[in-house]
């Protein structure tokens, strides 16, 4: 395992240990890193401070902007420090550590952000399904509950998992293209859920424009027990934070998929490592841009939010 570790990081050393590289990507990382941890602190802080947000869907939004939060805080920290390190020509073995450490901790974040965004959606399909027994069968406690369970098995799992492998041997690749699938998987669970969920909408919605000749003729009015506009606007909002996850992710699965398939033709060309280290390196960081967006997307989607957040901001102006 040191061998294969040694000589991963001398390759990846000897190609791209360059001033210019080094302190391009701290830049890089630092600032995204700073604007992701104040943004995700202040939604947080909001949804904590705000008696009215402490309900299950804000919860949930909570959730994920932690899992953004520590994206900021420490994973891309880690990059920095690693990127330094590599600067400073220290020892391959403690950059190939800093490297292994952040790249398992943002893997983690990013299952716990997609696993998040998996139960929003069932959250706000079960919302639309059971209408007026949604609030007796999704409470505050159960949903706590459920994502202190989902956050302890994603840390403890994927922290055992790659704690055991080798960093670039068959066991590695194994895992990495694991990672990909699993992520494909939940994004086909959210898109289908949505599906659900706006259909259901649309029939709501239908019921109630072209009600029944019996309904019409006795002057009933079609029992509907959800606000339909309100539900489709949150429904709305978070398809469009998911679309936004879509797009920052997609090419960080579909490049550790395809490296991962590739690997066993290509492991000994220089040529291959090169381009592999390039690619991972770029759609890495297009997907930690994600935890930067998102914030940005609740303030703009949500009014409450927005609100809650306006007023954290003038309380922390006046104490200063």
């Given at each position: 395992?040191?061998?294969?570790?040694?000589?991963?990081?001398?390759?990846?050393?000897?190609?791209?240990?360059?001033?210019?590289?080094?302190?391009?990507?701290?830049?890089?990382?630092?600032?995204?890193?700073?604007?992701?941890?104040?943004?995700?602190?202040?939604?947080?802080?909001?949804?904590?401070?705000?008696?009215?947000?402490?309900?299950?869907?804000?919860?949930?939004?909570?959730?994920?902007?932690?899992?953004?939060?520590?994206?900021?805080?420490?994973?891309?920290?880690?990059?920095?420090?690693?990127?330094?390190?590599?600067?400073?020509?220290?020892?391959?073995?403690?950059?190939?550590?800093?490297?292994?450490?952040?790249?398992?901790?943002?893997?983690?974040?990013?299952?716990?952000?997609?696993?998040?965004?998996?139960?929003?959606?069932?959250?706000?399909?079960?919302?639309?399904?059971?209408?007026?027994?949604?609030?007796?069968?999704?409470?505050?406690?159960?949903?706590?509950?459920?994502?202190?369970?989902?956050?302890?098995?994603?840390?403890?799992?994927?922290?055992?998992?790659?704690?055991?492998?080798?960093?670039?041997?068959?066991?590695?690749?194994?895992?990495?293209?694991?990672?990909?699938?699993?992520?494909?998987?939940?994004?086909?669970?959210?898109?289908?859920?949505?599906?659900?969920?706006?259909?259901?909408?649309?029939?709501?919605?239908?019921?109630?424009?072209?009600?029944?000749?019996?309904?019409?003729?006795?002057?009933?009015?079609?029992?509907?027990?959800?606000?339909?506009?309100?539900?489709?606007?949150?429904?709305?909002t978070m398809f469009v934070v998911f679309i936004f996850t879509i797009?920052?992710?997609?090419?960080?699965?579909?490049?550790?998929?395809?490296?991962?398939?590739?690997?066993?033709?290509?492991?000994?060309?220089?040529?291959?490592?090169?381009?592999?280290?390039?690619?991972?390196?770029?759609?890495?960081?297009?997907?930690?841009?994600?935890?930067?967006?998102?914030?940005?997307?609740?303030?703009?989607?949500?009014?409450?939010?927005?609100?809650?957040?306006?007023?954290?901001?003038?309380?922390?102006?006046?104490?200063?």
């Amino acid at each position: 395992m040191g061998d294969i570790q040694d000589e991963t990081c001398a390759f990846e050393r000897s190609q791209f240990d360059n001033p210019t590289y080094r302190l391009v990507m701290s830049t890089m990382y630092s600032t995204v890193a700073l604007v992701t941890t104040v943004l995700n602190s202040l939604i947080l802080f909001s949804i904590w401070k705000t008696p009215s947000l402490h309900k299950p869907s804000y919860i949930l939004i909570g959730s994920l902007a932690l899992s953004d939060l520590l994206f900021g805080a420490v994973g891309e920290p880690l990059m920095v420090i690693y990127n330094i390190v590599a600067l400073r020509g220290s020892s391959i073995n403690i950059s190939c550590l800093l490297l292994k450490c952040a790249t398992c901790v943002l893997i983690a974040f990013s299952v716990i952000s997609l696993v998040t965004l998996t139960v929003i959606v069932l959250d706000r399909l079960l919302a639309v399904k059971l209408r007026n027994r949604y609030q007796s069968v999704v409470t505050q406690k159960r949903v706590l509950y459920i994502l202190l369970t989902l956050w302890i098995i994603s840390c403890v799992s994927l922290a055992a998992v790659f704690g055991k492998a080798s960093w670039n041997d068959e066991t590695s690749l194994a895992l990495i293209l694991f990672c990909g699938v699993g992520m494909l998987v939940l994004v086909s669970t959210i898109t289908v859920c949505y599906s659900m969920a706006f259909y259901s909408l649309r029939k709501i919605t239908s019921s109630l424009v072209s009600p029944s000749v019996q309904n019409a003729e006795a002057g009933a009015r079609p029992s509907c027990n959800i606000d339909v506009a309100k539900y489709r606007k949150s429904l709305t909002t978070m398809f469009v934070v998911f679309i936004f996850t879509i797009l920052f992710y997609a090419p960080f699965i579909c490049t550790l998929i395809a490296f991962s398939v590739t690997a066993d033709q290509q492991l000994s060309s220089l040529v291959y490592l090169e381009i592999r280290y390039v690619s991972v390196s770029v759609v890495e960081f297009i997907a930690l841009l994600n935890s930067a967006m998102n914030p940005l997307l609740y303030l703009w989607r949500i009014r409450v939010i927005r609100e809650a957040v306006k007023t954290s901001i003038k309380t922390a102006f006046k104490i200063f």
